[in-house]
């Protein structure tokens, strides 16, 4: 039996809470980012912290796009799978010494910098090393996504990037630092951002820099737009493969490239979210005073969104066709935010069925703790079981 794209007997031996991945999905998905961005000559750095995991790394780097990673274990990862060091961008406001080592060790191709501070660090590691860094400025451009503040990178008061008031002075700087090449710039704005004109302020505002640089006398030859495409949560069978035909075009037609200026994009959810499920079973159905609660044995330790952001993912029963009741869906975890969704129409359950929560391919296994003991979810792929 199947249940959407759920292989219910063959899950059903499977001990739960665990990611199943749709690996068709993927790379269906994969295949049209690739459509799309090839279309204007725009370069793909896969978001590696949406989901690390092995063969989903392999996959992606098997379809040649290049890695954006944020610690020196992502970009271990990255390499380890297949990503060619020089597609590795690093970005993250605090590379340690050990970290910025690596990186100019395996030769990245760019190191996303954050700080006047850390450019200098850079610059005194990589002299030792008698190597030239790349380096792309990460701009805080001042534009709101329009998202949850968590996931909200792009406004003065984020901690990310050089704000617009001290780019004079990284300018001045970055003269006197020999061992670092500036090859562009780097933006991100946020994540989960449903509309495709949120970006448009972005590329305004990468316009503008653009005459700055130049007027500077600065060639760039790298724009990067970060990622930050969102996926629908909601429906997720509706829109399976996100809108990435709107979303390129969209900066293909705002932003005023260069002659021979590439641009680089960093998407992490909008390639992975919907290729991945958390299932979970249900342990116990509890009557409470006015309500239901499904009690379920995966909770915020494998999925920590509903509890960190508030997020939604649809919950689906695939072992039950009944007719639907309200339940609160809840985890086992000790804390009172270990809550999936509250008074949700489920076909009506009971102990030992089989739920999925949907688009969790990105930020959920990688987000994944071990609190009060318990193991990390194990993954499984839908052309491997
Ligand atoms: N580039 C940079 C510099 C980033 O900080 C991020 C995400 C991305 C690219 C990828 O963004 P995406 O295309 O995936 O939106 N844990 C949160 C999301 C955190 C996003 C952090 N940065 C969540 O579960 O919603």
Do not use: W
């Not at 990503?83 to 605090?94: C, D, L, T, Y």
């Not at 850079?122 to 090393?129: F, G, Q, R, T, Y």
């Not at 590439?262 to 998407?267: K, P, Q, V």
Request: net charge negative.
């Amino acid at each position: 039996m199947t249940k959407g794209n759920f292989p219910v007997d063959k899950l059903k031996g499977i001990e739960t809470p665990f990611y199943y991945y749709d690996m068709d999905l993927l790379k269906k998905t994969l295949k049209i980012v690739k459509e799309e961005t090839k279309k204007y000559g725009f370069i793909q750095h896969y978001a590696v912290k949406a989901n690390a995991n092995r063969r989903i790394l392999e996959l992606i780097a098997s379809e040649g796009f290049g890695a954006d990673c944020v610690s020196g274990n992502e970009v271990k990862a990255a390499v380890n799978a297949g990503f060619p060091a020089s597609k590795i961008v690093f970005a993250g406001v605090g590379k340690t010494d050990k970290e910025i080592n690596l990186a100019l060790d395996l030769n990245i191709f760019s190191f996303n910098v954050e700080s006047l501070p850390e450019l200098e660090v850079i610059n005194e590691l990589a002299n030792k090393k008698g190597k030239l860094a790349q380096v792309a400025l990460r701009i805080n451009p001042n534009v709101d996504a329009h998202t949850h503040e968590y996931i909200t990178t792009g406004l003065n008061e984020n901690k990310f990037g050089f704000s617009l008031a001290h780019l004079d002075a990284v300018i001045e700087t970055l003269q006197t630092l020999k061992s670092i090449k500036l090859i562009g710039i780097h933006f991100h704005i946020g994540s989960q951002i449903e509309e495709i004109k949120t970006f448009e302020p972005l590329c305004e505002k990468v316009n503008e820099l653009q005459i700055y640089f130049e007027e500077k006398g600065i060639k760039l030859e790298h724009i990067n737009l970060g990622g930050g495409l969102g996926i629908d949560y909601e429906n997720p069978d509706a829109h399976l493969i996100p809108d990435f035909a709107s979303y390129f075009e969209m900066f293909h037609k705002y932003l005023k490239l260069r002659d021979g200026q590439m641009a680089h994009f960093e998407l992490g959810r909008s390639i992975v979210a919907q290729c991945g499920a958390l299932v979970t079973r249900v342990v116990y159905v509890k009557q409470g005073e006015q309500k239901a609660f499904a009690i379920v044995d995966a909770g915020m330790t494998d999925l920590i969104r509903p509890a960190l952001y508030q997020a939604y993912h649809k919950i689906e029963n695939i072992s039950s066709d009944l007719p639907v009741k309200k339940y609160d869906v809840v985890g086992p975890i000790c804390e009172s935010s270990d809550v999936f969704v509250k008074s949700y129409d489920l076909n009506e359950t009971s102990r030992g069925d089989m739920l999925v929560l949907r688009s969790a391919g990105a930020y959920g296994e990688i987000m994944a703790s071990q609190y009060n003991c318990r193991e990390l979810p194990k993954p499984y792929y839908s052309d491997k079981i």
